[in-house]
């Protein structure tokens, strides 16, 4: 006999006030409704928070010196990794990759995984909502 897996109703009011930006009514009182987040997705304040402290504190560029600015960085990144993984349930930390954006992570999709399992007549669908980002590497 299974037992049934219960979860919490996901609450939209308490996730929109963790980002300023929702705070901001449009015209008319209307609320903002963003939907281009691969592109330029909107921060939380946490997130806000944690780059004013890099920036301010001790930013660098990851995995290139050996100066403490860096060894920093590379520790906040790899802590960063190891709880997307736990969110995500990966096997390991390894499993997870940052880029610099959509664009190079639908890139790296379709060489790494494109090569190895697309062969030639075998078809991408993609519908005409679909970022440009998202076409050009199936072409």
Sequence with gaps: MSQATTHTPLDVDSIRRDFPIFAKPLPKGLPLVFLDTGASAQKPQVVIDKEREVYENYYANAYRGVYRFG???????????????????????EEIIFTAGTTASINAVAQAWGRANLRAGDEVLLNEMEHHANFVPWQ
Aim: charged share 30%; proline share 4%; net charge positive.
């Design 71 to 93: 060894a920093l960085v590379d520790e906040q990144l790899e802590r960063s990794r190891a709880t997307i993984a736990r969110f995500v349930n990966a096997s390991r930390p």
